[in-house]
């Protein structure tokens, strides 16, 4: 069964503060792929990023970064010096590699505010 | 490219009454899912198809139905509206085996059931 966690309902930050928000996962498959998306107030999804399960290569990307470790099947992201632009919705998401399944799951989400 | 369109944007549903949102994507993408948000919550899977006339259950799909008759359409469809199905519901599509492998999100509807 997969099932994505992220304890961190809510974070809150003051603006230039670096934050990191927390993705746990589990599965039985042993490729997969990972994702993290942002929800701004808006209400839409936004795609930020996506990890396949044999690639745990860092990544950053300007202001984020992603820290994938399959021994502890966790896939934190990281924003450095966060701006109030970044207040929003993240959810860490995951998916099989490949099967006749390919069921999407996302974790509950992590409620980020950065405070000006 | 539309990528992901869903309708309607809004809509009210008195209790008992029956309705179809309508997801459509132009972009021949195998995979299409259908989730709910609940106030505050994250997304809930309700059913997903890996292709034309196949489709499965997510973790919450009771009280709804889908089809999948063609690639590009995923309707999905509630018979008898109850309060708890209050919720933004969110079309997504996915082009498994490609180099893109995200999925692509509609606008989502806003359902209130009343």
């Known amino acids: 069964a997969q099932k994505v966690t992220q304890a961190q309902t809510e974070i809150s930050v003051v603006e230039k503060e670096d934050v990191t928000l927390d993705c746990v996962y589990e599965t039985r498959d042993t490729t997969y792929y990972l994702f993290w998306y942002k929800q701004p107030p808006s209400g839409e999804l936004v795609f930020l990023i996506r990890?396949?399960?044999?690639?745990?290569q860092n990544e950053i990307s300007g202001r984020y970064s992603w820290n994938f470790q399959k021994s502890t099947s966790s896939f934190n992201f990281t924003i450095t010096a966060s701006q109030v632009v970044d207040s929003a919705v993240y959810f860490c998401a995951l998916s099989p590699y490949g099967g006749a399944t390919n069921k999407l799951i996302f974790g509950t989400g992590t409620l980020l505010a950065v405070q000006p | 490219n539309a990528g992901v369109t869903q309708t309607p944007k809004f809509r009210i549903l008195k209790i008992g009454q029956s309705m179809t949102l309508q997801c459509a994507q132009d972009m021949n993408h195998n995979y299409m899912y259908w989730y709910r948000q609940d106030p505050g919550m994250g997304l809930k899977l309700i059913y997903y198809s890996v292709g034309a006339g196949i489709t499965d259950k997510g973790e919450v799909p009771n009280g709804y139905n889908v089809s999948r008759s063609t690639t590009e359409d995923f309707p999905l469809r509630l018979e008898l509206a109850a309060p708890s199905q209050t919720s933004v519901y969110f079309c997504a599509s996915r082009d498994f085996g490609g180099r893109n492998t995200e999925a692509f999100f509609g606008q989502g509807t806003r359902l209130t059931v009343v």
């Open positions: 990890r396949n399960s044999f690639d745990e």
